[in-house]
C-alpha cells in the first residue's frame, strides 16, 4: 500500500488550535440546553456587553427584574464584580405551571478590565432592566491630538 508524502508546514499557530478547540467544544455541546444545568445549581449568569471608546470602558448587563440596591457592584485590582440576586416570585395557589423559562437566584459576574481604567472614577445607571457601568480611563493613555506646525 503506497502512501503519499505530506508537506510539514511547522506548528499551527496558538489561534488556530483555539478555533479547533472552540469547534469541537460547539459541536460536543450542540444541541444540549445548558440552563438546565445553570437552574440547578441556583445561578444564572445575566449577558454583559463590552464595549470601549477612547474615553471610557462601558459594561451592560442585563438583569431585569432586579431591585438597583441589591445589587453589589466592586472592584478589586483590575477586576470588576457584579453580584446580586433574583428573588422568584410569591408561589400563588391553585396555579399549575407547564413551563417555567424564566431564571430566579444569585448571579455572579467578574470582568477583567484594561489597566487604562481609572477605578476611582467608575458610575452605574440602572434603567428598564439594564444596568450600565462606566468606567472612565487615566488621562495618560487617552489619546492626544498633535497638531503640525507649518513654517
Known sequence: MARDLIKWSGFPSISSLQNEMNRMFDRFFKGWDLSELVAETGTWL???DLAETNDKVVV???????????????????????????????????????????????FSRSIDLPSSVD???????????????????????????INVKVS
Open 119 to 145: 477605578t476611582n472614577k467608575v458610575s452605574a445607571e440602572y434603567k428598564n432592566g439594564v444596568l450600565e457601568i462606566t468606567l472612565q480611563k487615566k488621562e495618560e493613555v487617552k489619546p492626544k491630538q
Open 60 to 106: 451592560k448587563a442585563e438583569i431585569p427584574g432586579i431591585d438597583p440596591k441589591e445589587i453589589d457592584i466592586s472592584i478589586q485590582g483590575d477586576t470588576l464584580s457584579v453580584k446580586g440576586e433574583k428573588k422568584e416570585e410569591k408561589e400563588e395557589k391553585g396555579k399549575n405551571y407547564y413551563r417555567m423559562e424564566r431564571r430566579y437566584g444569585s
Open 46 to 48: 445575566p449577558p454583559i
